[in-house]
């Protein structure tokens, strides 16, 4: 989610609208270079409950409800506040029309902060763009927009020759046009999963805290006639724009893997630099992969992600062949791929080559202009030629051929989804449907507790049996690391941001104790892993509830289904126990 958005013109609110509007009219604020702030606990009795009426729509808390089922919602009132923007963007105001994000609890788990504005008074073409998502918005009066304060990147833009339109008209009907204002309410709710409401008290103080604090120095910094609020200012802006920095082109997300990856290579062995190459080697493929056939993830953040890792694997990759000794013919079609497949990326743009077609971004449209109409797939034909090029090199050949045919063969996997359209667009395969399958099958308590006991032996079971493999194949931990950071990726692009979080909380504990204590062969594993389903079915038959599989097995896409609700199988218990209404 990265956007909810409600139309409250309605009758209702009018008179509570109308009240906020004078009220800050009355104030004959001067907004012409700095913006105004007024906490909502500020404010007298009448315009408070004026606030509170608007704040407390139902419209408001069904239009959550819908976006995030399974959560209580509380509004969070210490940090609501009447804004009135500025006609000029100076001192700290300049974060505004800045790629940013107000919180800094991105790593909060499970929890969200929504952030709504509110219109009252719109004087300005003011443009709300969310640069990850690719879209932007132009609210009307009485519209409200919601995003995620911790994790939504965000800025406002205004279409100078709309407002030159505006103004010059405005001109004509009133000479003095002093009291147009851009009047918005800033409102807050906290939310938490139902089942750990637990979470919602400290959350909602923390992020109260910081917002208290960041407005005081944020107040105290607009006006940059004196050297304090000036330097104020200046690191105000300077860490806002190191943070979209970091958030634009690298990303919690990108740290988290890296990190899991470091510690799935790291314990209980030795580090070495070999299973941290082929680990990183190979994960902007599965972002193609889970972007191109589910197509869930929010464009901008596929878009960071893909270019992050491609830039890192092949970064990686050169460094490696460039330590090796010089082979003449080697050199020349790798650098003959290159050109290829940069003229094909030059030629197409960044948005057409990653799948913004796909995703309903405007794109370039077909490109016919060499190498397009010469060489078939230029852009993976060049990256191939290229790798291909480096096998012609002996000593890097020997070292590292598993990981040059481990790029082609993986390249070859992303031509064959593209060239087959592979996708899934069927309602009936989505996450959702599937929950909504999984939780009606599994009413009943005690049918659950025996999936929770099932499903966590038999990932004991599989990570220990990838754990055995891969250390009697390569005497590491890559096989089963690689499969984890694969799983955690397909978790994240395929599923809600807090769905993964909880999944993730639940299997990567249970996948570091396989790690930790390796006991359990890969026979065993096996055993144990054909006896967890062999339970977890009968589970059904003992409690009268019909298994996943018998509800959808004369299905057209059955066996698709089967194999989604298995690799889904943690999320979907997950949801069934946290999310659950």
Not at 182 to 200: D, E, G, T
Not at 356 to 381: A, D, L, V, W
Not at 421 to 447: G, R, V, Y
Request: proline letters at 3%.
């Amino acid at each position: 989610m990265e956007y909810i958005k409600v139309d409250l013109n309605h009758s209702q609110l009018v008179l509570s609208f109308q009240k906020i509007q004078h009220y800050v009219h009355s104030k004959n604020i001067n907004n012409t270079q700095s913006s105004s702030h007024e906490y909502m606990n500020q404010l007298n009795d009448t315009i408070y409950k004026a606030f509170e009426h608007i704040a407390n729509t139902q419209d408001i808390y069904q239009a959550i409800e819908q976006h995030y089922p399974g959560f209580n919602i509380e509004p969070v009132y210490a940090m609501n506040e009447i804004y009135v923007s500025s006609k000029q963007a100076q001192g700290s105001d300049k974060v505004f029309i800045t790629n940013h994000i107000d919180g800094p609890f991105y790593l909060f788990p499970l929890c969200t902060l929504l952030r709504g504005i509110i219109v009252i008074e719109q004087h300005q073409t003011v443009i709300n763009q969310f640069p990850m998502a690719h879209q932007h918005f132009i609210l009307e009066t009485f519209q409200a927009l919601f995003f995620d304060y911790n994790r939504t990147l965000h800025r406002i833009d205004i279409n100078s020759t709309e407002q030159d339109n505006k103004d010059n008209k405005d001109n004509k009907d009133n000479k003095d046009n002093k009291d147009n204002k851009r009047i918005v309410l800033k409102v807050h709710f906290s939310l938490a999963p139902k089942s750990i409401n637990c979470l919602m008290s400290p959350f909602k103080k923390i992020n109260t805290l910081y917002n208290t604090y960041a407005r005081s120095a944020f107040i105290h910094s607009i006006n940059i006639e004196n050297k304090k609020n000036k330097g104020l200012s200046g690191i105000i802006n300077t860490c806002t724009l190191l943070w979209q920095f970091f958030e634009s082109y690298i990303g919690f997300f990108a740290l988290w893997l890296l990190t899991l990856i470091l510690i799935s290579t790291s314990l209980n062995q030795e580090l070495t630099l070999t299973p941290l190459i082929y680990s990183v080697s190979f994960i902007h493929y599965g972002t193609y992969l889970y972007s191109y056939i589910f197509r869930r993830v929010i464009y901008g953040k596929f878009l960071r992600d893909a270019i992050f890792f491609k830039t890192l694997s092949f970064s990686l990759l050169f460094i490696l062949y460039g330590l090796e000794s010089i082979e003449l013919f080697s050199i020349i079609l790798v650098l003959t791929g290159i050109c290829i497949a940069t003229l094909a990326y030059y030629r197409l743009g960044k948005i057409t080559c990653y799948f913004g077609k796909q995703f309903n971004q405007p794109t370039s449209g077909e490109n016919k202009k060499f190498p397009y109409g010469t060489i078939p797939h230029p852009m993976i034909s060049g990256t191939i030629i290229a790798l291909l090029g480096m096998l012609l090199n002996p000593s890097f050949r020997d070292q590292w051929w598993p990981l040059l045919l481990g790029h082609i063969f993986a390249y070859l996997c992303v031509l064959f989804v593209e060239i087959k359209d592979m996708h899934i667009s069927s309602q009936k395969l989505s996450i959702e449907q599937l929950t909504k399958e999984f939780i009606s099958s599994h009413q009943k308590k005690a049918n659950l507790l025996i999936h929770s006991l099932t499903i966590s032996l038999g990932l004991i079971a599989l990570f220990s049996f990838l754990n055995q493999i891969s250390l009697q194949l390569f005497d590491s931990n890559i096989l089963s690391g690689t499969f984890i950071v694969f799983y955690v990726l397909f978790l994240y692009y395929t599923t809600s941001t807090h769905i993964a979080t909880a999944s993730c909380f639940y299997v990567l504990p249970l996948y570091f104790c396989t790690l930790l204590f390796s006991f359990m062969s890969p026979t065993l594993a096996l055993l144990l892993l054909i006896t967890c389903y062999i339970v977890q079915e009968s589970s059904h038959y003992l409690f009268g509830e019909k298994t996943m599989s018998s509800r959808y097995k004369n299905e057209r896409n059955a066996l698709i289904k089967y194999l989604l609700q298995t690799c889904y199988l943690p999320a979907l218990f997950i949801q069934a126990c946290l999310f659950n209404k």
